[in-house]
């Protein structure tokens, strides 16, 4: 596979993952600013997960989805994380440890495949930035 189908995956799988795992914890919190905090950053993953797909399809690739057993490892240690603990703080240290790893994920895969074309890398930018940013709102919540 080449760079740009590297990345734009990248950015559909970590999206993906944005946006299954927001709307666990969204079910999950108590408090309402949260609530909204989560549901505008879970729009903003669907707009990445739109448009890696589109340039995945513009660019003769298909998009490759998170595989099934990572998603249920992550909806169950959620549900593990929160059984003696739903409170703000301690959802908000879950969102900032995975958006963390998107950020670490992120700028390796930007350094790996420096190579790709604007719009995959410019994404990938966008995506970075936008973890980066989600790590900073959830400090609020600690």
């Known amino acids: 596979m080449n760079a740009n189908a590297e990345l734009l995956n990248f950015v559909y799988q970590n999206s993906q993952m944005g946006i299954d795992t927001l709307s666990q914890i969204i079910e999950i919190a108590e408090d ?6 989560l549901k505008n950053q879970k729009e903003k993953y669907e707009e990445f997960h739109r448009e890696a797909a ?40 879950m969102l900032i440890e995975g958006s963390s790893m998107g950020v670490t994920n992120a700028l390796q895969d930007l350094r790996k495949y420096e190579k790709a074309d604007t719009d995959s890398l410019h994404l990938m930018r966008k995506l970075y930035k936008f973890e980066e940013n989600n790590v900073e709102k959830y400090k609020q919540f600690l």
């Open 32 to 37: 309402e600013k949260l609530k909204e905090c």
């Open 54 to 93: 589109k340039l995945l399809r513009e660019n003769g690739h298909d998009e490759k989805s998170i595989g099934m057993f990572d998603k249920l490892k992550t909806y169950f240690m959620i549900n593990i994380q929160t059984i003696k603990d739903k409170s703000s703080s301690h959802l908000a240290q």
